[in-house]
Structures are given as C-alpha cells and as structure tokens.
C-alpha cells in the first residue's frame, strides 16, 4: 500500500538518498530549501526553510503515514570557546524547528491507522566524545522527547530515532575531506568504515515501513558499532 510521507529537508545527504529509495513506492512530500536533486524524482515539492518558514498545511495530505526530519548541525568545537549562542543555533535547527513542524502536522499523522515517526540523534548522546557538548545536547533533546511522544502516541503512531556515527554526507565533508582523515575515522569503528548515507537511508526505510510495526521508542544505533563494541585489544 502506498504511504504518504513527509520528509522535511531532503536535498542532499541521508535524505536524499532514503527519498531515492521510496520515492517509486509511496507518496513523497519533500519539504526543504532547495529543489535540487529533485527534480528527476517522483516527490511533490514544497519550497521551506525550519528556521523562517512555516509550513503550509493546505499542501500536506490530509492523512500522513509517515514523517522524518533531516535538518541538523556538526558543531565541534572545545566547550570553552562555544558561546551561548551556538548551543541556541544548535537547539533550535536540531530541536525546537522539528518539534514545531512535527506538531503542525500532527493531526495529519493521527488519522493514519498507523504511521511512524522518524528522527536523528548522534552516536556522541550516548558516548561521550570530546568537542560534542553543543551537538550532543540538542540531540540528547530528541532522544527523551521521542521516549516519551512514542509513550504518550501509541498505539498508533510510532516514534524511533536512528543515532549514527559519522556518515559521508555534505554536511560531514570536512571531517572526511582527505585520505588521512578517512583512515582515522574509519580505524575508530569496529567494522573499519565511516557511514554511507545509504546505511542511515535503509534504516530510515524500515522503520517507515510496515515491516517495523512493532519497533517504538526505540534509539537504533547505525553507528559501526561505536557506541556498544571495544575491540582495541
């Protein structure tokens, strides 16, 4: 059966690639900056930014299956040069802009019979990792509130976060921007590779789909093994 699915942002990165891998089997409304990387797709298009825009509800179907946000931040920094500022930046466009989205679009997810919720964390919320104050505070904000949104939304609507580790996507280029940067990240995971987006787009997949019906309030790790395996020795 064919699902209607919101995806806000989705022109790049893991978006692009989940909205590849489902745009010919459901009903895809894309909702971000750019149209870029679009327009061969099968995807309805709607024109908005989190941080200024609010999205137009007359454009979203009445009855939404699915919904999944992309936005994010990688701000890496030593916490004593960060200003206030930056933990703002970070709350609002990980946050505050998905919750404010997510409740406009609420009623459209509750006439569904049953639709899934799905948003993204980071490795570093449940490893502590050097430089990852800002980023992991705003993302620590979705791992609670997606706990207690998926307590107080079932039976109907499903809530899960996918939590990766570090994933070649634009938004990651810096970090994997020569050879030597490769390597290392890689040499830090158990399975000796850095993240595809495709591996956050088969994840996000499922749990959009029915085969994970029974899966909420859940914090799905697609992270290499990061965050639960030690295999220095």
């Given at each position: 059966m064919k699902k209607n699915i919101l995806f806000?942002?989705?022109?790049?990165?893991?978006?692009l690639?989940?909205?590849k891998l489902l745009h010919e089997k459901h009903n895809l409304i894309?909702?971000?900056r750019t149209e870029e990387n679009l327009s061969?797709?099968?995807v309805k298009y709607l024109k908005f930014d989190v941080l200024n825009d609010e999205l137009d509800i007359d454009e979203i179907p009445e009855t939404l299956d699915g919904f999944a946000y992309f936005p994010g931040s990688i701000n890496l920094r030593p916490f004593r040069?960060?200003?206030l500022s930056t933990f703002e930046e970070d709350l609002n466009i990980n946050f505050l802009s998905m919750v404010k989205t997510l409740q406009k679009v609420l009623n459209n997810l509750k006439k569904s019979t049953s639709s899934s919720v799905v948003l993204y964390s980071t490795v570093a919320v449940k490893v502590g990792m050097p430089f990852h104050s800002s980023v992991s505070a705003s993302k620590g904000a979705i791992e609670g509130f997606s706990k207690s949104l998926a307590a107080e939304l079932a039976p109907n609507i499903r809530v899960n976060v996918i939590a990766p580790s570090l994933t070649d996507t634009?938004?990651?280029s810096r970090f994997l921007n020569n050879d030597l940067k490769k390597e290392k990240v890689s040499d830090r995971h158990p399975l000796k590779r850095y993240g595809q987006a495709k591996d956050i787009a088969n994840s996000t997949a499922f749990l959009l789909s029915d085969e994970s019906s029974w899966v909420t309030g859940q914090i799905l790790g697609?992270?290499?093994?990061m965050s639960t395996l030690n295999t220095s020795n």
């Open positions: 806000i942002g989705g022109s790049s990165g893991v978006g690639e989940t909205i894309v909702a971000c061969n797709l099968n040069g960060l200003k634009p938004m990651a697609v992270d290499g093994g």
